[in-house]
């Protein structure tokens, strides 16, 4: 997709550093605290799935990667500032975040691909430019002038992933995309974004309870269960080294 | 008896003294509302459910406070505005005020809550993502609007506290009717009647079919699919 793009500058920044780095993190949401991260690095180029039951803290740790979510505790950095030293719009507007439902707006696909292009004032012109492939690879390009309320479930969330992919995020925050959906869809939109963001060394991070997707999308997993990040490591080591209780209840339950 | 010229000046201010009331109560109510619905503060529901009691405030006791205000010895009675136009629209606003507030912060309520994070994910600055919430909830917002119009268009009490029913000057069309009713003039109250009915009518209906433009979009339309 980015290949005839110029060398990207990103590359000029220490390889070494993380991207995204978490110490000691505390979230808490209506005096509960709901979930613990000790430590935690995201290297840039790496796809982090995050798993784990139902209630466990993984989708407050996504709102607290996209700055909409204030720490009780501790400091989330990126590229080495602490978040709430960045300016929170300018922040955002370096990364992009997919809920667990399409969420879109009453409007054609194109207008709700190109909405955060809008966002950040590019004219019209360059904003096609910039939508048409996507919708190509999404396999959308049909659908362009459909209002969002005539599309199918699994046609919405692929609106959904084309209007973050657009934005070509520095940082992409995705929550159970595909939960929704019927498994042969979930299937083939699994199959398409998997090509995607290897294709275009992506740095992701991806909300799943389904073990098997978080292999098929990641380089490592990250198991978040009982409001503490509990593990990282391969899907193979998880299953076959699991590293607390917790980890073997969450396992147990999935292989049931 | 009522000749032309007077009934057509009598409708020209209500309609213009419930225009402006109504365009001001929406600059109030539709930021109040919004931050109503929007925001997380201790307190929200305690002002929600005050907004929500405004909604059916009796509009005589509004005539009476509002009176007591511009009263000439009353704290803002230096202004000189009680049995003006102006005193009208005054009591009016206040009237319509906490419907349009109340319905706006319904209105955005029945939003997905989630959809304003998704815009700030996407990189809305705050009124962006202000102005694409009140996009989405037009419809609603629309019917706010309709019903504060409907509220102080067919409001009397107020109107005859605090303008006084003085011909040519603070006469509309609920007032003119009050009063023609208690002369007994029933023929004229009920040709003012009508006339205020077909207005009512004539405007919800552009309100309704604007409404019904945007929605019709939305419905599925085979004939362009391919």
Known sequence: MDTAKEPKKRGAVSVEEPLIEIRDLLMRRSGRDVLQVDALNLRRGEILAVVGPNGGGKSTLLLALAHLLRPARGVIRFEGKPLEDWNALEYRRRISFVFQSPLLLDMTVEQNVELGLRFRGIPKEERR?????????????????????????????????????????????????????????????????????????KTAVFVTHNLDEAAKLSHRVAVVAEGRFQQAGTAHEIKTHPAGKAVQVFLKELSQ | MLFNSEIFQITALSLQVSTIATGISLLIGLPFGTWLALGDFRGRSFLLSIINTGMALPPVVVGLV?????????????????????????????????????????????????????????????????????????????????????????????????????????????????????????????????????????????????????????????????
């Not at chain 1, 690879?137 to 657009?166: C, D, H, K, P, T």
């Not at chain 2, 505005?81 to 102006?86: E, H, S, V």
């Not at chain 2, 303008?163 to 609920?174: A, E, H, M, S």
């Not at chain 2, 309100?207 to 362009?224: N, V």
């Open chain 1, 129 to 201: 430019a910039r939508v048409h492939p996507w919708l190509k690879a999404l396999g959308i390009e049909s659908l362009a002038q459909r209002r969002a309320a005539q599309l199918s479930g699994g046609e919405a969330q692929r609106v959904s992933l084309a209007r973050a992919f657009v934005l070509d995020p520095e940082l992409l925050l995705l929550d159970e995309p595909f939960a929704a959906l019927d498994p042969p869809t979930r299937a083939r939109l699994l199959e398409d974004m998997s090509q995607i963001l290897k294709a275009d060394h």
């Open chain 2, 66 to 226: 509002v009176t007591m205000m511009l009263w000439r010895s009353g704290p803002l009675g230096n202004l000189r505005l009680i049995y003006t136009p102006a005193a009208i629209i005054i009591a009016q606003t206040i009237i319509a005020v906490p419907v349009v507030t109340g319905l706006t912060a319904a209105a955005i309520e029945s939003l997905d809550p989630r959809l304003t994070q998704q815009l700030l994910g996407l990189g809305a600055s705050r009124l962006q993502m202000v102005w694409y919430v009140w996009r989405e909830a037009r419809l609603p917002l629309l019917a706010a609007l309709m019903a504060g119009f409907g509220a102080v268009i067919s409001e009397v009490g107020a109107s005859m506290m605090v303008g006084g029913n003085i011909k040519g000057q603070t006469r509309v069309l609920t007032t003119a009717i009050v009063l023609e009713t208690s002369k007994g003039e029933f023929d004229a109250a009920l040709a003012l009647s009508a006339l205020l009915l077909v207005l009512t009518y004539l405007i919800n209906l552009a309100l309704t079919w604007i409404q019904q433009k945007s929605r019709k979009r939305e419905e599925p339309s085979a004939w362009k699919s391919r």
